[in-house]
């Protein structure tokens, strides 16, 4: 019945593009792949290498951690000492390399896999747990869903759980900048799923109409949770979409850590020099779940993810680090060793904390002096809490 499916399919609308297509292959291929290192650290052209050894080394890092971070707190998950993650195993190459190449003063939108993203520009990496815990220094005082952080100091806006939502704020932003003569050009990311929604739509259009510089970072993954790419759209890339709103698009190996930045990089230059937005088509793999609440063994096998773990990002750039001479397998092994040592600090830091803001903080950001109600809703809240402690233990959250 699926094959049928299939088979129809394909003659609507013709054979999905391949994930894998190498650069260059298609001759007259509009949106060839973009790499600059390959599957073995190998360079062919040295003159697209755009990072010195010290960025190299520090992306690995980032990277790195991105990826232990995201190992531990599944495990913590698993555990019961956090509620929900939603991690970047696999596209860690995409979602920093597109980051390493913003200057600092521009707006980060992030979709929900960006963590790497957040603790690169500067986020703490306690103030990150402690907001993933909900717990009384949580920065954003437990009222996000987990891993839904904020980081205003370096300007990395909340994360978005509606999909597609954060690609218009990101418009509105460059927008906004526009009007008040600040260089600010905002990158966005999103994932494949979300170029189906309206979102996008709007966004793209109004961004090239107004010919407003924002960066449209597509981490294509694959999946949209239990939705392969080629059943999201017809469309062969995702970089072609860019063409109907009249602005560019670019494909990009986004397991290639040199080949994202130097793509965004380009595309950063572009707009901040009036040409206007590009969208960044980063071909990648999500290599685990949706979230901890997925079980893709229900929608996909094994076999379909294989091929991926050789094209692994951080894998790649460590052999093109060991290749340079810039790390050896000592350096590797002292770089995780060094993260991991971080995230058990950071996490004992913040288990340390007490495990919810204080009850008043419920009624705090709203309104500069709280209401009769509010005052009220606290006095009866309080009431409850000293009848039974536990109605605000958030371990008893049925009590
Ligand atoms: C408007 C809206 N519809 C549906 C959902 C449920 N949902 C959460 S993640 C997701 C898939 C998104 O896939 P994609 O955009 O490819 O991002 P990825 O998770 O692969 O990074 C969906 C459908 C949602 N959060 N918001
Ligand atoms: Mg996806």
């Avoid at 290192?37 to 697209?48: C, F, T």
């Avoid at 290498?49 to 971070?69: K, S, Y």
């Avoid at 600040?182 to 109004?206: C, I, K, Q, R």
Wanted: aromatic share 6%.
């Amino acid at each position: 019945m699926r094959a049928e499916r299939e088979a129809a399919r394909v003659e609507r609308v013709g054979a999905p593009a391949s994930r894998e297509s190498a650069p260059g292959t298609g001759a007259g291929d509009p949106f060839p792949l973009e790499r600059v290192v390959d599957e073995d650290g190998l360079v062919a052209d040295e003159s697209r290498v755009l990072l010195a050894g010290e960025e190299l080394l520090r992306l690995h890092r980032a990277m790195v951690l991105d990826r232990a971070l995201d190992e531990r707190m599944i495990t913590l998950q698993r555990q019961g000492r956090i509620g929900f993650y939603v991690g970047a195993i696999g596209e860690e190459a995409a979602v920093l390399g597109a980051a390493a190449a913003m200057a600092p003063t521009d707006w980060i939108f992030p979709c929900y896999r960006e963590h790497g993203a957040a603790l690169l520009r500067g986020m703490p990496l306690a103030a990150f747990l402690c907001d993933l815990l909900g717990n009384a220094a949580a920065p954003g005082k437990g009222r996000q869903m987990p891993c839904h952080e904020a980081w205003r100091p370096a300007r990395y806006a909340s994360v978005s759980s509606p999909i597609g939502t954060q690609i218009s704020h990101a418009v509105g932003a460059a927008w906004a900048a526009r009007i008040q003569g600040e260089e600010m050009v905002p990158l966005v990311y999103f994932g494949d799923g979300a170029t189906s929604s309206g979102e996008f739509h709007v966004g793209l259009n109004f961004a090239a109409v107004r010919h407003l510089p924002v960066i449209f970072a597509c981490r294509n993954n694959g999946w949209a949770i239990s939705l392969p790419t080629d059943r999201q759209t017809a469309a062969a890339t995702v970089a072609q979409k860019a063409v109907a709103y009249g602005m560019l698009g670019v494909r990009v190996d986004g397991n290639d850590v040199v080949a994202v930045h130097a793509a965004t990089r380009r595309a950063r230059a572009r707009a901040a020099a009036g040409g206007g937005p590009t969208l960044l088509d980063l071909v990648t793999y999500r290599m685990e779940g949706h979230s901890t609440s997925d079980d893709p063994r229900a929608y996909r096998a094994a076999a379909v993810v294989e091929p991926w773990r050789r094209r692994d990002p951080i894998e790649r750039l460590r052999r093109l680090l060991l290749r340079r001479g810039l790390l050896d397998d000592a350096g590797v092994e002292r770089v995780r060793a060094e993260v991991a040592a971080e995230i058990q600090v950071a996490l004992a830091e913040a288990e340390a904390r007490p495990p919810r803001p204080p009850l008043e903080s419920l009624f705090e950001d709203v309104y500069a002096e709280p209401l009769r109600q509010q005052r009220e809703q606290l006095a009866e809240l309080a009431g409850a809490v000293a009848a039974d402690p536990r109605v605000a233990d958030p371990r008893h959250a049925d009590a």
